[in-house]
């Protein structure tokens, strides 16, 4: 593995960006090592700046579920391009993407575009602050809405403790308004409700997890939180950015049968394009402007190159419907990973949905933030740089989620476990 060019733009970075990075989890802080500035992608493959080529299994955090760089795709988006690159006026193609996500989500009758995930919960959280005409959020400890103010709050020191700002430049007046929850208990958001009960705008959570690492609400929970928000007259938003298309064409909700109010999506119905949506019922979605007085905006929302790309990329996944190779294709890498580190003795849990997994370093079920904090991040660490040399790129950070894409063959997966098998953990 040759690091020179890669030392050295992490040098330069570092003079003229915070930290040498525009998201800090790509400093590899928490994994410590030095970051990898990419050059190209294509299929399966990163290649850096130094030349080395990596098996990738973080696919730019999820989006890149038919590979980098797909023929189709970028076929459409050249042609986009040649169009003009942003208008700040409408054009059919929102239209077209907004009908695709309209048919795939049977809880979505109306859709906004934005232009990123973090915009997409900012919109769905005003909105159904100005539909209900309440303040107060109910999110789950440890799950992540993007870099919203009220979004950033961290767990408090008891069942009803409201949040606390978890960042300097969070006002302590956005973060009380957000109620902390424990994920997957259902008795600890009823004593929630019992005490806010007329004053919780809605519930937000991510139905899978993916960024304390992959963690699955139970479906007896999602279905219970259905029920405590009818009951309360509050909203049930789904944080869908990871999951939307990636777990099934119509998301978590298709699979488990429970519907959301309002629904945040990203990541995949950008094609790997900066994009973002919320969407949900006509009735709410009506509340936004210039229809309702809510107020929403962006000269980017619906930039045509990047729904374009989204087009094609799920025109792809509704004609390819690759959803149950890929689950069954994930299934068997992890079964061989744990093979693998129970040969070496190493303690691990691994969650998976779909094409996501966590290889969380502990010996205990993961179910929640505290239950993933029982993990060896110094292991984690260790694993992720010793792969890292072997050519396997991994999320850098143990509480993020491993994806497959329809371009890893047996050859890639089997490469992988053969590197897994000759590192010493």
């Given at each position: 593995?040759?690091?020179?060019?890669?030392?050295?733009?992490?040098?330069?970075?570092c003079?003229?960006?915070?930290?040498?990075?525009?998201?800090p989890?790509?400093?590899f802080?928490?994994?410590?090592?030095?970051p990898?500035?990419?050059?190209?992608a294509?299929?399966?493959y990163?290649?850096d700046?130094?030349?080395?080529?990596?098996?990738?299994?973080?696919?730019?955090?999820?989006?890149?579920?038919?590979?980098?760089?797909?023929n189709?795709?970028?076929?459409d988006?050249?042609?986009?391009?040649?169009r003009?690159?942003s208008?700040?006026?409408?054009?059919?193609?929102?239209?077209d993407?907004?009908k695709?996500?309209?048919?795939?989500?049977?809880?979505v009758?109306k859709?906004?575009?934005?232009?990123?995930?973090t915009?997409?919960?900012?919109?769905?959280?005003?909105?159904?602050?100005?539909?209900t005409g309440?303040d107060?959020?109910i999110?789950f400890?440890?799950?992540?809405?993007?870099?919203v103010?009220?979004m950033?709050?961290?767990?408090?020191?008891?069942?009803?403790?409201?949040?606390?700002?978890?960042?300097?430049?969070?006002?302590?007046?956005?973060?009380?308004?957000?109620?902390?929850?424990?994920?997957?208990?259902?008795?600890?958001?009823?004593?929630?409700?019992e005490?806010?009960?007329?004053q919780?705008?809605a519930v937000?959570?991510?139905?899978?997890?993916?960024?304390?690492?992959?963690i699955?609400?139970?479906?007896s929970?999602?279905k219970s939180?259905?029920?405590?928000?009818?009951?309360n007259?509050?909203l049930?938003?789904?944080d869908?950015?990871?999951?939307?298309?990636?777990?099934?064409?119509?998301?978590?909700?298709?699979?488990?049968?429970?519907?959301?109010?309002?629904?945040?999506?990203?990541?995949?119905?950008?094609?790997?394009?900066p994009?973002?949506?919320?969407?949900?019922?006509?009735?709410?979605?009506?509340?936004?402007?210039?229809?309702?007085?809510?107020?929403?905006?962006?000269t980017?929302?619906?930039?045509?190159?990047?729904?374009?790309?989204?087009?094609?990329?799920l025109?792809?996944?509704?004609?390819?419907?690759?959803?149950?190779?890929?689950?069954?294709?994930?299934?068997?890498f992890?079964?061989q990973?744990s093979?693998?580190?129970d040969e070496?003795?190493?303690?691990?849990?691994?969650?998976?949905?779909?094409s996501?997994?966590?290889?969380?370093?502990?010996?205990?079920?993961?179910?929640?933030?505290?239950?993933?904090?029982?993990?060896?991040?110094?292991?984690?660490?260790?694993?992720?740089?010793?792969?890292?040399?072997?050519?396997?790129?991994l999320?850098?950070?143990?509480?993020?989620?491993?994806?497959?894409?329809?371009?890893?063959?047996?050859?890639?997966?089997k490469?992988?476990?053969?590197?897994?098998?000759?590192?010493?953990l």
């Amino acid at each position: 593995m040759r690091t020179q060019k890669n030392a050295r733009s992490f040098s330069n970075a570092c003079k003229v960006i915070p930290g040498g990075v525009n998201s800090p989890v790509r400093a590899f802080k928490s994994v410590g090592a030095a970051p990898i500035f990419i050059d190209r992608a294509k299929g399966v493959y990163l290649y850096d700046v130094d030349g080395n080529r990596y098996i990738d299994y973080c696919l730019s955090w999820g989006p890149m579920i038919l590979g980098h760089a797909n023929n189709v795709i970028l076929a459409d988006v050249k042609k986009a391009i040649s169009r003009g690159s942003s208008y700040g006026i409408p054009t059919t193609v929102e239209t077209d993407l907004a009908k695709m996500i309209v048919d795939a989500i049977e809880s979505v009758q109306k859709v906004r575009l934005v232009s990123s995930g973090t915009e997409a919960v900012m919109t769905a959280v005003r909105l159904a602050r100005g539909t209900t005409g309440r303040d107060k959020i109910i999110k789950f400890i440890g799950g992540y809405h993007g870099h919203v103010d009220h979004m950033l709050v961290s767990a408090g020191s008891g069942a009803l403790t409201l949040g606390a700002p978890s960042s300097p430049g969070v006002p302590k007046d956005f973060a009380k308004h957000t109620i902390l929850a424990n994920y997957n208990d259902i008795d600890n958001v009823k004593k929630l409700f019992e005490k806010y009960s007329d004053q919780i705008a809605a519930v937000i959570i991510e139905p899978v997890a993916g960024n304390m690492g992959v963690i699955p609400a139970k479906k007896s929970f999602l279905k219970s939180l259905r029920t405590l928000c009818n009951k309360n007259k509050s909203l049930l938003i789904f944080d869908e950015v990871i999951t939307g298309f990636r777990v099934d064409y119509g998301g978590v909700q298709k699979k488990i049968g429970v519907k959301a109010d309002l629904t945040c999506l990203g990541k995949i119905i950008g094609g790997g394009f900066p994009i973002g949506a919320v969407g949900g019922k006509a009735s709410i979605m009506n509340n936004l402007s210039p229809q309702g007085s809510v107020y929403q905006a962006g000269t980017l929302s619906g930039n045509p190159v990047c729904v374009t790309a989204g087009i094609a990329t799920l025109r792809a996944l509704r004609s390819q419907k690759p959803y149950a190779a890929l689950e069954r294709r994930t299934k068997k890498f992890c079964k061989q990973i744990s093979e693998v580190l129970d040969e070496k003795g190493v303690a691990h849990t691994i969650n998976q949905v779909g094409s996501m997994f966590t290889v969380f370093f502990t010996d205990s079920d993961v179910t929640d933030f505290d239950s993933a904090f029982t993990s060896n991040t110094k292991m984690y660490a260790k694993y992720f740089q010793q792969m890292l040399k072997a050519d396997i790129y991994l999320p850098p950070s143990q509480f993020e989620a491993n994806f497959l894409s329809t371009k890893h063959t047996d050859a890639h997966l089997k490469k992988t476990i053969e590197a897994l098998r000759s590192i010493k953990l």
